[in-house]
């Protein structure tokens, strides 16, 4: 601690070029942090996908229905506890720019099948004993600032007509990645007030088991039940349908790290560059601190510091930055639904900022070290 | 009690004992010091006078420790110092020897008490006691009504001030100084000569003094010339 004057008034000694570096710092993290936040938006089903639920769809694809008499025929599976099943509804609230998915579910089982959506018992008594009740997530109640009581007009696509519906409830995620924006009505008003067509079919089916160990002898006893049916199924761990979703959208990932990887190599050169100048202004600074006693070690180790402490403020201000702006919610307006800065992210932009920090600083301060005391005071 | 001629003075501070230092330009060899013999008693102020190029530098950085010589021995203190390491030297450097140098070379993003506490905090010493040795240094350099200020709010002959606060702060058993008063107009050199003075006879330092200015020098209780790498015998002898 006795050193933080002398760390601190280095730092002060070149204001705008300190400022411009812990900027070019804070940048970089709060693209990072972005970038982070859109890649845990695209992946984040994966990630909290339940281990022991499994999701049946038609096998030729996701939009062919089920039939509704699968339901209790899965349930006679060995190793299913509870089966529940969801309906795409694909309406419009207002404009199409207002998009958020709509599920028409079974309200008898979903809640024990998806026990992280928490509604209050008042409030789901009240949305059964509603036909054209619903409940929204507390993401999407806050984006169209709907409360309990209000009546939701949606134009159906797939559906045509208005559909009337009225907020009963209102659920929230007992976790911050879990989606709070859906939709939910029950099923039996699609059956009602929906088209021929669309009774007796469901859009899938979710499969809660007894073992997640045993999650693909369950899928292989699934799918051979209804082989060479109609409807034949093809049964997945919820984690890799969530993942085929996100496969869908293309290398993500892969786009992410190569975007971080120029910024922060950039920035490693911006950095490197400027605590060289630094180093090399004060060399015969550095040459009276050796004279008077202070080892090599020291100089090194005030040049890192001074390296990290510039990445860690400029870091921490990135990704600072990048938490508030998360923090605002999706602004695609539906498209990322879990938008929020993930804590490991958080972690691995102070480790890379402080790794940057480091090995920018390294060069230099090795090279301060290593001057003797002679050479350093020569150069006034 | 100064020698040059290789012989002991019993009591010697500094001794310095066929000093060879040579520097290598490619293939080129250029033989600073030859031989050199100095033995310097506690209390001693020397002056080393000579042409430019002549190795006056060169030898108090080896005297000090900063450099090491090509062939030869330097004890001081009783300590072999050209058989310690180049991390056993810093640590010796720091608990023996003040430096002043030409250039001030004070940090100038600290305060005058910030440079002169640097030396200190290489000591276990407590805050409250390295406040109370640095205020002491300022004030036998007569600058403790300048310790907030920074070296750009000092005149050169303040900053040198400064520096031997902090060459002596530490209490060092000799300073080491190179041109003090080399970029100093005459009243500031004289100051600072007072200074020097000052410390040699009330505070008994060992100075060893680089200098080009024979009315400096003269300041000094012995004038060595350095020529072709050896000292000549000490042209003037007095008390400090």
Redesign the interface.
């Known amino acids: 601690m006795k050193f933080l004057p002398l760390l601190l008034a280095n730092l002060g000694r070149r204001k705008l070029r300190t400022a411009l570096t812990v900027g070019s710092f804070a940048v970089a993290l709060f693209l990072f942090g972005l970038l982070a936040t859109i890649d845990n938006a695209f992946s984040g089903g994966v990630e909290v996908a339940g281990v022991d639920r499994l999701v049946v769809i038609n096998k030729v694809a996701l939009i062919q229905p089920l039939p509704f008499s699968y339901r209790d025929r899965l349930r006679r599976i060995p190793g299913v506890r509870e089966v529940t099943f969801a309906s795409w509804f694909g309406g419009v609230y207002r404009d199409e720019k207002n998009f958020f998915p709509q599920f028409a579910i079974d309200s008898a089982t979903y809640r024990s099948v998806f026990p992280e959506f928490v509604v209050p018992d008042p409030d789901w008594r009240a949305f059964l004993s509603d036909r054209q009740g619903c409940v929204v997530g507390e993401s999407l109640a806050r984006r169209f600032g709907w409360k309990v009581g209000d009546r939701i007009p949606i134009r159906g696509t797939i559906f045509s007509g208005t559909w009337e519906f009225n907020v009963r409830a209102v659920y929230r995620g007992r976790r911050p990645q879990d989606d709070t924006t859906q939709l939910w009505f029950q099923r039996a008003y699609l059956e009602e007030k929906g088209p021929e067509w669309g009774r007796g079919i469901v859009g899938w089916y979710t499969v809660k088991i007894d073992d997640p160990d045993h999650a693909l002898a369950v899928s292989r006893a699934i799918d051979e039940g209804f082989s060479n049916s109609a409807w034949e199924t093809r049964t997945q761990t919820e984690k890799a349908f969530a993942a085929s979703f996100v496969k869908q959208m293309g290398n993500i990932q892969l786009l992410i790290l190569a975007i971080g990887s120029v910024v922060f190599f950039t920035l490693l050169l911006v950095t490197g560059n400027t605590m060289a100048m630094a180093v090399r202004e004060r060399t015969p600074e550095n040459g009276v601190l050796k004279a008077v006693g202070y080892p090599d070690s020291f100089i090194l180790l005030l040049v890192l510091a001074e390296s990290l402490l510039t990445a860690a403020v400029g870091g921490g201000l990135g990704l600072l930055g990048a938490e508030l702006f998360a923090r605002r919610g999706d602004p695609t307006g539906g498209l990322l639904a879990m938008f929020f800065l993930p804590a490991r992210a958080v972690a691995a932009g102070v480790l890379a900022a402080l790794a940057t920090g480091l090995l920018a600083g390294l060069l230099p301060a090795a090279s301060a070290m290593r001057l003797s005391v002679v050479d350093a005071l020569r150069r006034v | 009690m100064v020698r040059v001629d290789g012989g002991t003075n019993g009591d010697s501070l500094i001794c310095a004992r066929a000093l060879d230092k040579v520097y290598r330009r490619g293939a080129e060899e250029i033989h600073v010091l030859r031989g050199l013999n100095l033995d310097v008693s506690r209390g001693d102020f020397v002056a080393f006078m000579g042409p430019s190029g002549s190795g006056k530098t060169t030898l108090l950085?080896l005297l000090?420790g900063?450099?090491v010589p090509t062939a030869g021995t330097v004890t001081v203190g009783g300590d072999e110092i050209t058989s310690l390491s180049?991390?056993q030297l810093?640590?010796w450097?720091?608990?023996h020897v003040g430096?002043v140098?030409?250039?001030c070379?004070l940090?100038?993003?600290?305060t005058a008490f910030?440079n002169v506490e640097?030396?200190l905090?290489?000591t276990p010493l407590r805050?409250a006691e390295r406040r109370a040795h640095v205020e002491t240094a300022l004030r036998i350099v007569g600058l403790e009504d300048r310790m907030d200020h920074f070296p750009r709010q000092l005149s050169g002959g303040q900053e040198q001030r400064v520096a031997i606060a902090?060459a002596i702060v530490a209490d060092p058993d000799f300073l080491l100084c190179d041109e003090p008063t080399g970029d100093l107009d005459r009243r500031r050199a004289d100051e600072i000569i007072d200074l020097v003075s000052l410390l040699v006879r009330d505070y008994g330092k060992t100075v060893l003094m680089v200098t080009h200015d024979p009315r400096v020098a003269e300041r000094a209780g012995v004038v060595l010339h350095l020529e072709k790498g050896a000292l000549q015998e000490a042209a003037h002898v007095d008390a400090a």
């Open positions: 950085n000090g900063l450099d180049r991390r810093t640590r450097r720091a608990r430096f140098f030409q250039t070379n940090i100038p993003v600290l910030r640097l030396p905090l290489l805050r902090r």
